[in-house]
């Protein structure tokens, strides 16, 4: 079974700066990782996610992650937030295994970005 | 695009009634789950089907139930509504492959007075 650990549970940072949000995860087994956004009274929005090949995974809105598998960390970074990226973001990374549906979510991370 | 719809945007309902919160999905996928999102407590599975008629227990499924009669459409039963199930329901669905990602709805607010 995954387990999920989001670092940092709410994420303060200026318009322009760049940003970082942790997630470690810990399994056993092979894994597939993917990162979400959720905006206010909204659903889940897929980010990106990592398969397999190339670690350095770029998603839609500018953001990118890296698969580390020494650490068992998908951090995901921006190099220049935007007020619209003000939202929760959560990281799931999923077993690869035949009969694995399940995600597991980590508690999610606030992001607040500051005019 | 992958379209999950959830008939209810805001449900208001009373203590002890019996609630259906319903989801439809419109890519002939095989997998449906259903989230509760609490504040501080992230997504937690309620319970998912990998086919029709076919369901298993997440990790929440007490005072829950789920209906799987056809493909695209996903339900859940909400017994006897207590006030601690007052939250936001999630729905979703993947394709077969393990490798496919989750496709949400916009969810359900239910509260339950």
């Known amino acids: 079974a995954q387990s999920v650990t989001q670092l940092d549970s709410q994420v303060p940072v200026f318009e322009e700066a760049p940003v970082e949000l942790r997630c470690n995860y810990s399994?056993?087994?092979?894994?597939?990782l993917f990162w979400y956004v959720q905006y206010p009274n909204q659903g889940l929005q897929l980010l990106l996610k990592?398969?397999?090949?190339?670690?350095l995974v770029k998603g839609i809105n500018g953001f990118e992650a890296e698969f580390n598998k020494s650490q068992t960390s998908f951090h995901l970074r921006k190099p220049s937030v935007h007020i619209s990226d003000t939202a929760e973001y959560f990281c799931?990374?999923?077993?690869?295994?035949?009969?694995?549906?399940?995600?597991?979510f980590g508690k999610g991370t606030k992001l607040s970005v500051i005019p | 695009d992958v379209k999950v719809t959830q008939s209810s945007r805001y449900l208001v309902k009373r203590t002890g009634e019996k609630v259906f919160l319903e989801c439809v999905q419109d890519?002939?996928?095989?997998?449906m789950f259903w989230y509760r999102q609490d504040p501080g407590l992230g997504l937690r599975l309620i319970y998912f089907?990998?086919?029709?008629?076919?369901?298993e227990k997440g990790d929440i499924p007490e005072g829950y139930s789920v209906s799987r009669e056809k493909k695209e459409r996903f339900s859940l039963i909400l017994e006897s509504a207590s006030t601690n199930q007052t939250s936001m329901y999630l729905c979703?669905?993947?394709?077969?492959?393990?490798?496919?990602?989750?496709?949400f709805g916009d969810g359900t607010r239910l509260s339950i007075l």
């Open positions: 979703a669905s993947s394709g077969e492959s393990s490798n496919q990602p989750q496709h």
């Open positions: 799931a990374p999923k077993g690869s295994g035949a009969g694995s549906y399940q995600l597991t």
């Open positions: 089907s990998y086919d029709v008629k076919m369901k």
């Open positions: 890519m002939d996928h095989e997998n």
């Open positions: 399994s056993s087994v092979s894994v597939y």
């Open positions: 990592y398969l397999s090949g190339s670690t």
